[in-house]
């Protein structure tokens, strides 16, 4: 899509908005279906992103999560978050293993309406991710395997107690 709309080429996002644009309305909705791909001597690996129900804007005022994150030498972690906000968004990014430990925290400064992601690089098993965000953003990790290169896409969820 990015190539062929905006003769785009690398990593990117579009923001596809019909409430806050003159002329909105909820009445306008978009329903979209994506992947990652790279092509490769082997064929081509990818990650369908989530199709269905949009993702779940993670705020600061809201617990939310991405669980299911294992980094070791099978497989490997990236990170990150659409900022959808006008203003710079910070996003803290904790890391927690399957026994609740902190063990790594990893920062994401974005620019209002722009899109980064990082590699997670540090081991963890069964671990989880709690997104703490400086204004409204949509962040997701992406598990890796190492052999096949096919991704996980495992996007925030709110979660309310």
Aim: with cysteine; hydrophobic share 35%.
């Amino acid at each position: 899509f990015l190539e062929d709309v905006f003769a785009y080429t690398g990593a990117g996002a579009v923001n596809f908005d019909s409430l806050t644009i003159p002329g909105g309305s909820p009445n306008y909705r978009f329903l979209v279906n994506s992947e990652v791909y790279i092509d490769g001597p082997s064929g081509r690996f990818k990650t369908v992103v989530m199709t269905g129900t949009p993702l779940d804007p993670v705020s600061p005022s809201v617990n939310a999560y991405s669980t299911g994150i294992t980094q070791d030498s099978s497989n490997r972690v990236n990170i990150g978050c659409f900022n959808a906000s006008s203003l710079a968004n910070i996003i803290v990014a904790e890391v927690y293993d399957s026994s609740n430990l902190l063990i790594k925290t990893v920062s994401i400064t974005l620019s209002g309406g722009s899109w980064g992601q990082v590699p997670l690089g540090t081991s963890v098993t069964g671990g989880y991710i709690s997104w703490k965000p400086s204004t409204i953003a949509y962040c997701y990790a992406v598990v890796v395997n190492n052999n096949s290169n096919d991704g996980s896409f495992i996007p925030a969820a709110n979660y309310n107690p």
